[in-house]
């Protein structure tokens, strides 16, 4: 009798989850950046009606193309400086770590759909400009006009205000107070400008998305039209694989949102997914990475979400005037339904 009750309490040991550990309940886990709820509606719907991480993300971003969240994803929003709305998107699988992503794709609607057809029926990582659209119609994408009365109107308002703002610098005529056209001054005075972003709270860029799946099984994507009045061509940091979103089935995901030309350049989702590898809080993983961006670019616009496969989450985001904290989504069997969250900014 005693090596019986000495078993059944070895056994109740070895059931226990280790200290700190999230119970199952807590997946399947859906987070995204900002409070786009029929993006998080969506994506949750797709989970529980059996489809996979990368189908969440797929409708879920898509959603938000459809939905043209907050101006900044899909159509009809951010015109470049020839008035034209091109987007960006990327998908990652974090079993596989394959990544499908575009940018400046034009006249095709659903960007984070052509992300998905790279990663799945091309060899590449990233398509884009023109022969991005050319591989979206050969995957059965329409050509679509993006352009709507509500991003010309953005785009003649801007040319009425001297192309005030923009993303010129280091030129002649002087980028503050004309719309050129531009070139380089014979002698190059650098001046390099610390000002606040031009993005802020009502004007967000992109939905980042992060699933994990009940297995643990990581998905993330991103979906944006790009900053607005940005110069043809530009690319951010939203399509950018470990910059835009990161994932990776053995540590978490994350995803980034705000101004891409700075955030780009640290690789935030990424350096995120490595500080949970090494067993750091969600929330904490988050900061950090905001932390080090604010070293280089205290008054930059941005935030962070982060989850890791236990369905832990987290969210970070850097304090300026007018923007002090962040709002997100999340949807588990812990809660009723998806809810908006919020955190404070540091």
């Not at 499908?100 to 990663?119: C, D, F, P, Q, T």
């Amino acid at each position: 009798r005693c090596r019986a009750v000495m078993l059944v309490l070895l056994l109740s040991l070895v059931a226990l989850p280790p200290p700190g550990a999230a119970s199952a309940a807590a997946l399947p886990l859906v987070i995204n950046t900002w409070a786009f709820r029929t993006a998080a509606e969506t994506a949750w719907r797709v989970l529980q009606s059996g489809g996979s991480e990368l189908d969440a993300v797929e409708r879920g971003c898509g959603q938000c193309e459809i939905d043209q969240c907050d101006g900044s994803v899909g159509y009809g929003g951010s015109p470049d400086e020839s008035g034209e709305t091109t987007l960006d998107a990327m998908i990652m699988d974090g079993n596989t770590m394959e990544v499908g992503a575009v940018a400046g794709l034009r006249r095709v609607k659903n960007a984070i759909g052509v992300a998905r057809k790279v990663l799945e029926h091309t060899k590449h990582t990233l398509l884009v400009g023109e022969s991005a659209s050319l591989f979206a119609v050969r995957m059965g994408f329409p050509y679509e006009d993006l352009t709507t009365q509500k991003s010309l109107s953005l785009y003649s308002e801007w040319l009425n205000r001297s192309c005030q703002p923009n993303y010129w610098k280091n030129v002649v005529p002087d980028s503050s107070k004309s719309c050129g056209p531009y070139k380089r001054p014979g002698r190059v005075t650098y001046k390099e400008e610390q000002t606040i972003s031009q993005r802020n709270v009502q004007n967000h860029d992109t939905i980042g998305m992060v699933i994990i799946g009940v297995s643990g099984t990581v998905a993330s994507g991103t979906s944006t039209n790009g900053a607005v009045h940005k110069i043809p061509g530009r690319v951010g940091d939203s399509p950018i694989a470990g910059a835009g979103s990161y994932a990776d089935s053995t540590a978490g995901g994350a995803a980034a949102t705000g101004d891409g030309d700075i955030m780009m350049r640290f690789l935030p989702s990424y350096q995120a997914v490595e500080y949970m590898r090494m067993g750091t809080d969600p929330t904490v993983a988050c900061q950090k990475v905001i932390s080090r961006i604010q070293k280089y670019a205290p008054k930059f616009f941005g935030a962070v979400i982060c989850a890791n496969t236990t369905g832990s989450y987290g969210a970070a985001c850097n304090k300026i005037p007018g923007f002090t904290q962040f709002h997100f989504m999340v949807s588990s069997p812990l809660l009723n339904r998806p809810t908006e969250q919020v955190v404070d900014c540091i």
